[in-house]
C-alpha cells in the first residue's frame, strides 16, 4: 500500500485528488496538509511514502516546502502539483529533488501513474517535459577536444541516442522497439552510457539531463 500525504491549500483540490487516488487499490491517503509547515510536521510523525504538494501554497510556497522536505528526508519522494506550464517551473523543481512534476490538468491514470513510478523510486517525467529534456540533450554538439568534451558528447551516436531516449523517460522495452533493437542490446548500450556520464541510475540520469537543459537555457 503505497501512504499519500496531500498538501494544497484548497479543500476542493485535495478533496478531488482523494477521489482520485482513491480509485487505485494500492493507493491511500493517510493524510491532508494546507500548509508547509502541516505537511513537514505530519511527515515527521511518519507513515508516509509519498508527499503530494502544490507549487502555490500560503506562507511559504511549495518549492520552499520541497527543499526542507528533502533536506530532512532526502529519500522521500516528493511529486510536485501545478496549475503552472511545465516550462515554468517543472525543470526547477526536479533540480530541487522533487521526483516527479505533474499539471493539476492531469487526468486520472496519469496522477495514478505518477504515484506509484515515484514510490518505486522513478523519476516522473511528463511527455512535455520529456520533449525539453530530450531537445536540450540533442542541442549544443559542437565540436571541441576530446579533453574538453563535455560527459554526454563523449557517447557514441547510438548511445546518445539512448540517453536521449532514457532522459525522456521510456522504458527499456520502449527504446528496443523505437530503435529495432533487442531489450538485451538497449540494456548493454543503458550500462555504458550510465558508466561514461558517470551515474549509478536513470534518476540520476534524468536529473544529469535536467542540468544540461538548465545550461542550455542559460547560454
Excluded at 193 to 210: G, T, W
Aim: glycine share 6%; proline share 4%.
Amino acid at each position: 500500500m503505497i501512504r499519500v500525504l496531500i498538501c494544497d491549500d484548497h479543500l476542493i483540490v485535495r478533496q478531488g485528488i482523494k477521489q482520485v487516488l482513491a480509485e487505485a487499490e494500492d493507493v491511500r491517503v493517510v493524510g491532508e496538509a494546507a500548509n508547509g509547515p502541516d505537511a513537514i510536521q505530519q511527515v515527521r510523525a511518519g507513515q508516509v511514502d509519498v508527499v503530494l504538494l502544490d507549487i502555490a501554497m500560503p506562507q511559504r510556497d511549495g518549492l520552499d516546502i520541497l527543499k526542507a522536505l528533502k533536506s530532512e528526508f532526502p529519500r522521500l519522494p516528493v511529486l510536485m502539483l501545478s496549475t503552472y506550464p511545465d516550462r515554468q517551473y517543472a525543470v526547477r523543481s526536479l533540480k530541487l529533488g522533487a521526483a516527479g512534476y505533474l499539471n493539476k490538468s492531469a487526468d486520472s491514470e496519469q496522477m495514478i501513474d505518477a504515484v506509484r513510478s515515484v514510490a518505486r523510486g522513478k523519476l516522473f517525467i511528463t511527455p512535455s517535459v520529456a520533449e525539453q529534456l530530450a531537445g536540450a540533450v540533442g542541442a549544443g554538439s559542437g565540436r571541441r577536444a576530446d579533453s574538453e568534451q563535455p560527459l554526454h558528447e563523449r557517447l557514441s551516436h547510438r548511445e546518445h541516442q539512448v540517453f536521449q531516449l532514457l532522459a525522456a523517460g521510456r522504458s527499456v522495452g520502449e527504446i528496443a522497439e523505437q530503435l529495432v533493437l533487442s531489450p538485451n542490446t538497449v540494456s548493454t548500450y543503458r550500462a555504458r552510457v550510465l558508466e561514461k556520464i558517470a551515474v549509478r541510475n536513470d534518476v540520476e540520469l534524468a536529473l544529469f539531463a535536467v542540468r544540461m537543459a538548465q545550461s542550455a537555457s542559460a547560454s
